[in-house]
């Protein structure tokens, strides 16, 4: 029904067109225009809906250093001439140019990334580091990465059909934000919340992640890997004596979460005792989400995360299989409220230039027309 406006004002337009004399011409290109900026719009307004964040895992397996430098830029003469042909020359003294060094580090799951200091802060410079040794003594081979990538979610625009209609989200205003903010290059935590022992269990967590992505031979694509699993494991301790419903409430802040999220939610008292879990993922594997559950309600008092971690890990390794999202193609992504006002106020505009091209086109004839009378 979008394509009703250009119609509409090509229709419209008829009625000037007969008042003023304008062109046909004029009509259907100011048609045609409407149609693009239509069309533009739209595919704006898809893309800002559509426009999702989500968490690759992978490991550090190659670094590069490359020294400072100086480059000589040699002196050179540019000429040019002017109107009436006289040439002009410039002289331009050869100066050097100093290149900082360059460090960085390769990960499977972003590539290569350039570094410009170390994990504990310490600033890189000309004078250090002087090798590629230094780079792979802060980051071993193997170092669990982590990095955000975007792609196009249609559920997100749809997600009011999977919505609880039990749960309005603006009443838990205390809800984390997902995690994706990477840290000194390729950490991100995705643990929330504080657990016993959290900073073992974030190392765990990340090297779990990094082996439920490791790559593997792609049935599909011979000679090609992909990730095993293509899975991100996270965990929301949503706070001391929260019911259930923040479970629910959290899945639909995120919004079900990514196509390769494994989120666990739970709640613990203040002796770290649980009081509920909730797993959530797009993954219709059900009897794990049930597994998990029933694994950590069965652990009752929480004394260190980290054995969770690895048993929820080794669970996801087991069964866990990533929804195809070409599943939802079938979802209508219906324009949004703020795409409609920015269409109909591109035509509005568009439709009041022409007219008041048109009147002053009018006015220039009925100027013409006076002078030859007088």
């Known amino acids: 029904m979008y394509w009703f406006i250009p119609f509409i004002i090509f229709v419209g337009l008829i009625p000037v067109k007969l008042l003023t004399g304008t062109r046909w011409k004029t009509?259907?290109?100011?048609?045609?225009?409407?149609?693009?900026?239509?069309?533009?719009t739209i595919y704006i307004d898809f893309r800002i809906e559509t426009w999702d964040t989500e968490v690759w895992s992978g490991k550090v397996t190659d670094w590069h250093h490359k020294e400072e430098w100086d480059e000589w830029h040699p002196p050179r003469k540019s000429c040019s001439k002017d109107s009436n042909g006289k040439e002009k020359c410039t002289r331009h003294s050869g100066y050097w140019e100093h290149h900082k060094a360059e460090n960085s580090i390769y990960t499977t799951d972003d590539g290569w990334i350039r570094v410009d200091r170390a994990p504990d802060g310490s600033t890189f410079g000309d004078s250090w580091p002087n090798n590629t040794a230094t780079l792979k003594w802060f980051w071993p081979y193997g170092t669990p990465s982590a990095s955000t990538h975007h792609y196009l979610n249609k559920v997100q625009a749809s997600y009011s059909i999977f919505r609880h209609k039990d749960i309005d989200v603006e009443q838990y205003s205390d809800l984390p934000e997902y995690p994706k903010a990477v840290l000194n290059y390729i950490d991100i935590h995705r643990i929330i919340g504080q657990v016993p022992n959290k900073a073992k269990a974030l190392r765990m967590l990340a090297s779990m992640n990094t082996e439920l992505n490791k790559p593997v031979p792609n049935p599909e694509k011979p000679g090609k890997t992909k990730s095993w699993k293509q899975v991100n494991l996270i965990f929301v301790h949503v706070g001391l004596n929260k019911t259930q419903d923040y479970g629910f409430a959290l899945q639909d802040k995120w919004e079900g979460g990514n196509k390769n999220d494994f989120v666990v939610a739970f709640s613990t008292n203040e002796n770290n005792e649980l009081l509920w879990v909730y797993p959530f993922s797009w993954s219709e594997v059900e009897l794990l989400k049930i597994e998990v559950r029933d694994y950590m309600m069965s652990v009752h008092q929480i004394t260190?995360?980290?054995?969770?971690?690895?048993?929820?890990?080794?669970?996801?390794?087991?069964?866990?299989?990533?929804?195809?999202?070409?599943?939802f193609d079938y979802l209508?992504?219906?324009?949004?409220?703020?795409?409609?006002v920015s269409i109909c106020a591109l035509n509005l505009m568009l439709v009041g230039l022409y007219c008041q091209n048109v009147m002053e086109q009018k006015r220039e004839r009925q100027l013409q027309e006076r002078g030859v009378t007088g």
């Open 304 to 327: 260190d995360f980290v054995p969770i971690v690895k048993k929820v890990g080794n669970l996801v390794a087991a069964r866990f299989v990533r929804k195809s999202f070409s599943d």
């Open 332 to 340: 209508q992504i219906d324009i949004s409220l703020g795409g409609w």
């Open 27 to 40: 009509i259907i290109w100011t048609a045609i225009f409407s149609a693009v900026l239509t069309a533009v």
